[in-house]
């Protein structure tokens, strides 16, 4: 876009000018009525000052538009001191304009010589015949002193440009009295015109420009030109009123081109100056119509003259009806210029559109689109979320166009017998029995053969009995079985001890007297078999039998036998006592022959036993022949309370006393030990809580069948994905670890919209948002948790862009060309395009003309940088209000020095509904990475330059901002680094007039720091 008009105003500048305008119109008189034409020249050449106050002795009244400067009057008349040189002075600058005081005088009408003071009537080109004067080297400006004569050499003032712009046919039409190397421009569809020779633009006279162009013979040179118009069009010339009277003419054509732009041919025509001006061209070049004409003057007639500009019609003219016929074809054609979609074919004379083109290409990691121009398109999402058809893998990401998979998903741990695991049909963590009879592992070592049933790990439980009574058998789930030790009451199977007791894991007896096999037998030899216990084998030798009658006795058959009798007697005295009172005293028994001494049984001492214990029994006392009680050796084993759990009962002081208690404790928590007098200890199974393998994580550890059993595992799991839970064997604590699964994949939010979320410091983060954008300015991009992302296409006629709108089309709703009347293509709703923005004026009912300029109101200024980080990064933002679009071309931006007009050659300055634009002092605010503008304006040499001291910046249809205002916004004092934006939401002119909906930029753009939303949707405010 091309930036034209712009001016710097200041208030100095201002007054200087006016001060020269007010001094210089002091000096002139009121110009000869002109008619009102404005195609007629009164500014280009020179026009006399008339003195209306001459005869009042007042100040002359001064109202020329002409130019020069008035400084008095005296003309000189002598000719220059060179008198050979004919080369024409100065054209005028530094002499006062003439003023006609007094008929005769240069400046003044005249017909003829005569009637002039210098005999020089001369002719100008607006003024019909002035008297003229002798100069020396200088004329009023718009006048030139040029030598006349051979000999008598005459230096006189002539008009300086008397032919300039006159029609004309050769370069002989535009010579004349001091005026060289004047040429017949050629300047193409408008005609022949004289030119003026030229060196730079000062050497032309105002609103010319000197340009190098051709003349009629094909000559080039610089010549004086009427200086284009503001969009670089050349500008007709002004005929005179000395060329309307001559009534000069010169020939034209016009070209008749294609819709493509391309000439077809030339017309001829003629244009003369007439009373109103230079009239327009004759020649009329016009696309060929079926009318048996040359219409574009090619040579060739009605050639392309019934073309339809559909191609599924034969197109043919009827010369002698003048009529065109379209005859209906048949084949493939192309309905709407879209790549978006295919298959298009004639059908009736119509092109239809086909299918829309399927531009899936089942990646998800691309965005798929389709281009009108070039059909189907695929874009990388590079870190957009995905899924790779893994329901097992969570946090999936676009890489290189590909989906790459996440992070195992993560199931709980599973019970013995079980397998967990993630199920790929439906994600879920699904459990799993084993097979009934496979090895398992119970995690005690208390079973074996351990094995699955109905998904439970089962094992038999180990015989820990080590048939040793001085063991306490018990089973540690860690380590199996385990053999303590104990005290109690046992048999050592020796039954030469007594008083067993467990001692070191070996049962130890205490070994009995010798003389408790004493059986007072003497003739036994006593002695204890480990085995059977007390033995008495028979003896031998001498014995007592008791009968003191009989010597010689002998111990036979465990028996004392009675040796040969002693005591044969007469009487009683023959019967001799042993002394032994306790055994009865002898007599003399006659009752048989061989009298022979017996025992009187009446005098043998018995003594009652009944109250005898094994520790005193009643014995009688052969010297004294009474009984008495007399203790048993201390030790001697008894039984003083007919109880097993007093082992070890021994005689002491003729008393049985009862052994030490005997010790039941089987040291196993899972016994209730006890002693039963009849049977000894006693050790009843419990279920008591016990310790089975030091394990603090197994709880409760219980007894049960006489054996300690390690409980369930403890459950140390938090319900956190993000935490490896484990317990403490030592204390029993739970540990829920997060640094074990720092970076581990999880799920933070049950939403496909972040990826990848991801476990930091013990919790499930949610990952960035996955970027939805699928490049297509015509959809609103969003993420639905559940489905991921949508893309909502735009109402029709949104704007996406200068100069486009969104459309709904085969292809879906894209971002396509606004129709514009004007540019020569048959835009939808149009029904002919005749290459200009004027409705009507080349073919019938032309729609969807210009769009309209905007209103006050419609266009709002939105954000201002006025002092960036670099100082020529300077930009305005401005938005589009309004639900049409708006042409800005011709508006006027700028600020309160400042202006510029809008223009875009060759097209309309269009902006869109909701559309920003972005003007800006350079091609890349805020640097790399900052936004494209949409209008470069360059910096201080062709537009506007914000400063920082706080002023105004406006869009209006007036140059200095007064009137026509479309919007405008005064900022403070600038904060370097920050734009100033109207807050989100904000958008309508009563929000933008309110300074308090007006903040800072807070969002970072480019690589500079600067701070705002160019382009963009602004922040809320504060």
Known sequence: MAAIGSKRFTRTGLAIALALLVASCAEQAAPAPVAANTTLSTDVFFQPKLDTSADQGGQAQDQTTGQGDAVGEGVATQPPTDATDTTPKDAGTGTAAWVCKTPGTAGCACENNGECDSGQCVDTPNYGKLCSAICTDSCPSGWQCVAQGTTDIVYLCLPQWPVLCNPCDADTDCSSAGVGKALCVDRGTLGHFCGAACEKDADCPANYTCDTVKSVTGKEAKQCMPMPTKDGKAKDCACSKSAIAAALGTSCSAIAKSPEGAELGVCGGVRQCTAVGLSTCTAVAAKETCNGKDDDCDGATDEAACDDSNACTADSCDVAALLCAHSPTEGGCDADGNACTESDACKAGKCS????????????????????????????????????????????????????????????????????????????????????????????????????????????????????PCTQDTCDALVGCKHLTNATACDDGNACTDADTCKAGACVGSAKPAKSCDDGNPCTTDSCDAKTGCMAIAGSGPCDDGNACTTGDQCKDKGCAAGAPTCQCQSAADCKDDGNLCNGTLFCDKSKPAFECKVNPATVVKCDGSGDTACALSLCDPKAGTCSKVAQTDGKACDADNSLCTPGDACKGGLCAAGAKLNCDDSSPCSDDNCDPKVGCIHANNAAPCNADSNGCTAPDTC?????????????????????????????????????????????????CTSPDLCQAGACKAGALISCDDKNPCTTDS??????????????????????????????????????????????????????????????????DKPPLPQAGEILITEIMPAPTNQQDEWVEIFNASTKILSLQGLVFGDSNYYLALDKTGGVFLINPGQYMLFAALNAPGGTGGPTPDYVYGYSTQGIALVNTGEFVCLSIDTLCKTGIIAKVTYPKATAGKSYQLAAGKLDMASQNNSGNWCLGKQAYGSLGDFGTPAKTNSTCP
């Open 704 to 752: 049960k069948g006489g054996v300690c059993l390690a409980g369930p595992p403890k459950s140390c799991d938090d319900a956190n994905t993000c935490t490896a839970d484990s317990c403490d064997k030592t204390t029993g604590a739970c540990k829920n670890d997060g640094a074990a699964l720092q970076g581990q994949g999880c799920d933070s939010d049950g939403s496909v």
């Open 353 to 468: 559109i086909g299918n829309a083109k399927k531009c899936d290409d089942a990646n998800p990691c691309t965005l798929d689109a389709c281009n009108a121009a070039s059909g189907c398109t695929a874009t990388e999402d590079n870190g957009a979320g995905c899924d790779d058809g893994d329901l097992c893998s969570v946090g999936d990401v676009c890489q290189q166009g590909q989906c790459q998979p996440g992070k195992p998903k993560l199931c709980a741990a599973a019970a013995l017998c079980a397998t967990v695991a993630c199920d790929k049909a439906d994600g879920s963590c699904k459990t799993t029995s084993q097979a009934d009879g496979s090895g398992c592992d119970d995690g005690t070592a208390c079973t074996d053969k351990d094995l699955c049933a109905a998904g439970a790990c089962k094992g038999n439980t180990i015989d820990c009995n080590d048939a040793n």
């Open 783 to 848: 993420c639905n948790p559940s489905t991921a992302c949508k893309h909502a296409a735009l109402p029709d006629k949104t704007g996406c862009g200068t100069g486009n709108w969104c459309m709904a089309g085969a292809a879906g709703t894209q971002c396509v060309k606004a129709p514009n009347c004007g540019d020569k293509i048959v835009d939808s709703g149009e029904e002919c395009d005749d290459g200009n923005a004027v409705s009507g004026d080349g073919c019938s009912n032309c729609k969807n």
